[in-house]
């Protein structure tokens, strides 16, 4: 899915959900640890507060022997901590019965301790329990339940949220100055201060560093997109567009007109570039020895063939001029017959002179005229059955059709000429060509058969590209290519079909007047 999209859009579909998971969890734990230093802080300022009014309680205690009421009233209230109540039980004080005999004071602490559990029904004996202090996580709106803090990491809530406050449970443990008044052991819990801390104040602070902080992140995310573009844009995409110019010029063998290295820092890509334009010079030089390679294998190939094919023709010339030599009195009849082969084997050798004419010049003119198809056939009939007179191959030529027909007749001659030759090289002994020309769908076609060996399979898809041959007594290798060539140039066509140890057929189809 990813393969057909652009570089920078692979990096930001794999890079950036990484790394917005990446910022959140650290703006988690970041707002997770900040929650809880504040509410550290929170509970080590009530914690003070605690302190400070128990000292004072204490202070009065042994100065007035009382606790004054409008004292109580006011720390009931102070700073961020709110509804700050004294828990106490008038029989946990532990007070001296002359002291209880005034009803005044009885009265003061009973009404004292009535109004403060009327607000605190929900503590019970535990507060004269326990000598730590304990605290809560509460909510105004009785949305969730209250829930005991004994691990602030652990129990601390996930998000605060408006409805959330602390609550404190702060135990008066007895000093040995409290013993003045009452009648306790130094350690025992005479009361406990209670006190509710609104969270509103801390979980706005939390909200806004939250919000500061991405709109931080989003701000140097935003700078971080841009100087990325430009970045990757200056150093990374030009630069492979260059390369892949630079690839695409070398795959289509054209050269640089300047060093490519000029184009480039010394970075990695400078030496991917080094080695782009090291490549080419390898390319070029060994393109060069490729091209002399391959002519000179040409060359030579086309030469050996021609002192190969040459020498049959040649032979054949030297032999029958020494026979005439010798016998210098022969029957008119032989001497015909010799003189005929002297002009078979010339004919034959300007043949293949003129194939490799027409091949290197790479252009074949026909010189097209109205030719009778029947004298056509009459031609060939003449000028391949002597040669298979005296042979072991039957040749017969047929004409099923008649009228005239726009070709050039020479070198329609020497096609049909080529592929009879090359008939006659694959049939071993005693075999069969022949010749068929009809006319179908108004166009003349030429069905040359034999009974040799058939054209092997390794060969078939190659057969009329230059220099392929296959087990031929004589021929330069590029009769057939030129074959197709002139056949091509009539605006024809040219088959064939093979089996082994059966024979081939070839099949040439002309149109009696090509637009030439």
Aim: charged share 25%.
């Amino acid at each position: 899915m990813l393969k057909n999209l652009s570089l920078p859009t692979k990096v930001s579909i794999i890079f950036f959900p990484f790394f917005f998971a990446a910022v959140a969890l650290i703006s988690y734990f970041n707002y997770s640890a900040t929650q809880e230093q504040m509410m550290s802080q929170v509970q080590s300022g009530a914690t003070a507060q605690a302190n400070t009014i128990r000292e004072a309680l204490v202070n009065m205690m042994v100065t007035n022997e009382r606790i004054d009421d409008k004292y109580l009233q006011k720390v009931s209230s102070s700073g961020d901590i709110r509804d700050i109540s004294i828990l106490f039980r008038l029989d946990s004080l532990h007070f001296d019965e002359e002291r209880l005999k005034d009803d005044e004071v009885r009265t003061r602490l009973i009404r004292r301790e009535v109004d403060v559990w009327d607000k605190n029904k929900n503590f019970g004996k535990e507060v004269f329990n326990t000598t730590v202090p304990q605290w809560f996580l509460t909510c105004k709106k009785k949305i969730h339940v209250t829930k005991m803090i004994t691990n602030l990491s652990a129990d601390k809530p996930a998000l605060l949220h408006s409805c959330e406050e602390m609550e404190a449970l702060i135990p008066f443990v007895a000093e040995k100055k409290c013993t003045n008044c009452h009648n306790v052991q130094i350690g025992s819990v005479l009361g406990a201060a209670v006190m509710r801390v609104p969270m509103e104040t801390t979980a706005l602070h939390l909200e806004e560093n939250a919000l500061r902080s991405l709109y931080v992140f989003f701000g140097f995310m935003a700078l971080t997109v841009v100087l990325n573009g430009f970045v990757f844009r200056q150093f990374i995409n030009n630069p492979l567009k260059k390369l892949i110019t630079a690839a695409e010029s070398i795959g289509s063998g054209q050269k640089f007109d300047h060093p490519l290295t000029n184009d480039f820092a010394n970075d990695e890509i400078g030496k991917l570039a080094s080695s782009f334009e090291l490549m080419q010079k390898n390319l070029d030089r060994v393109q060069l020895e490729l091209v002399k390679g391959e002519r000179l294998s040409a060359v030579g190939q086309m030469a050996s063939s021609i002192v190969h094919d040459f020498r049959t023709p040649m032979t054949t010339l030297s032999l029958t001029a020494e026979y005439l030599q010798k016998h210098e009195t022969l029957a008119p009849e032989q001497r015909t017959k010799k003189f005929e082969q002297l002009h078979n084997s010339i004919r034959t050798i300007n043949d293949m002179m003129q194939e490799l004419l027409d091949y290197s010049r790479g252009n074949f003119q026909l010189n097209c005229k109205q030719v009778s198809v029947e004298a056509f056939a009459e031609s060939l009939q003449k000028d391949f059955e002597p040669r298979f007179e005296d042979s072991n191959i039957r040749f017969g030529l047929r004409c099923q059709c008649g009228g005239t027909m726009s070709v050039d007749k020479d070198r329609l001659h020497r096609v049909l000429g080529n592929i009879i030759n090359n008939a006659q090289d694959a049939i071993p002994e005693n075999g069969m060509i022949s010749v068929l020309i009809e006319e179908k769908n108004g166009d003349i076609r030429f069905v040359i058969q034999d009974t040799g060996k058939g054209i092997p399979e390794e060969i078939r898809s190659d057969l009329f590209e230059p220099f392929v041959t296959f087990g031929k007594k004589k021929g330069t290798g590029l009769g057939l290519a030129i074959v197709k060539k002139i056949v091509e140039l009539h605006k024809g066509m040219i088959s064939f079909s093979s089996e082994i140890g059966k024979g081939t057929e070839f099949v040439i189809t002309v149109p009696r007047n090509p637009l030439i």
